[in-house]
């Protein structure tokens, strides 16, 4: 090996080195925000420099969780909000990728469709639950529907876009070598929107959480939600931050699935 090949390979050594501290550090920045908070919590609550009643310490906080996981009531409120949240979310996301690629390619689409989306949008979902309540009763789903509802709306206009902002030199190709409706929409639409879609599909999943805490507060008796409002309700101030605490992990949880399946569906971003 010569002298050269020697300090080239030491130089990609040598950055690989670098990116692996940068990557560290990186790491260490994310890690260490929300503890420095967690501790700064616990100090302000352990030394009353705020009112332990309404923000009890952390670790008190962790102690109510493992009370609750153990005796299973916390299992029992987490499954069934994952359920519903599970079921509203497909429920939402698959009819709104449909419409949206319709509405991107067809302008007669768009132009009938719009204009319901458009002015249903704006209403608060959680305003729509007594309807879905009364249609579809006071079980489970009429909180599905809820979370689709809200779920559907950020779906159908970011798959619109993401189709309408493919450029027109791709569909004049496929014109050009006889494409059917069919390799328009899976070949052309659907790859073209992926990138803008996944923004859409990014916002549902947090609209959904939103969502079906203020579902289960309203007309539930079981669910995260139903757990932090009688939490609040009866004063128990500790378990009302589990609840919350478990609404933002899941959050977090959702967000990372969601940008990992984007890289692998969408790899040329």
Known sequence: MSEQDAKMIEGEREEWRRRRRRGRLKQSLTIA???????IWEILSRTNLVDARFFPPPTEIIGTFIALMA?????????????RIAGGFFLGVI???????????YKPVKLFVQPIVMSLMPIPTIALLPIFIILFGIGEVS???????SVFFPVVINSAAGVMGIDSIYMDVARNFGATGKDYMLKIALPGAL???????????????????????????SGIGYLIWT??????????????????????????????????????Q
């Open 33 to 39: 925000s929300p503890v420095f908070l967690l501790m």
């Open 231 to 268: 939490s609040y309700s009866a004063f128990v101030m500790k378990e009302m931050y589990v609840g919350l605490v478990l609404i933002s992990f899941f959050g977090y949880l959702f967000s990372l699935g969601v940008r990992a399946l984007q890289s692998r569906m969408v790899p040329w």
């Open 95 to 105: 009819p709104g990728i449909i419409i949206g690629l319709f509405m991107g390619l």
């Open 71 to 83: 005796s299973g009531e916390l299992f029992n409120h987490l499954t069934i909000s994952l359920l």
């Open 195 to 221: 990138p803008v879609m996944f923004e859409g599909i990014q916002m549902g999943q947090a609209i959904a959480l939103l969502t079906i805490v203020a579902a289960e507060m309203v007309g539930a008796t």
């Open 143 to 149: 909180k599905v529907i809820t979370i689709a509802t």
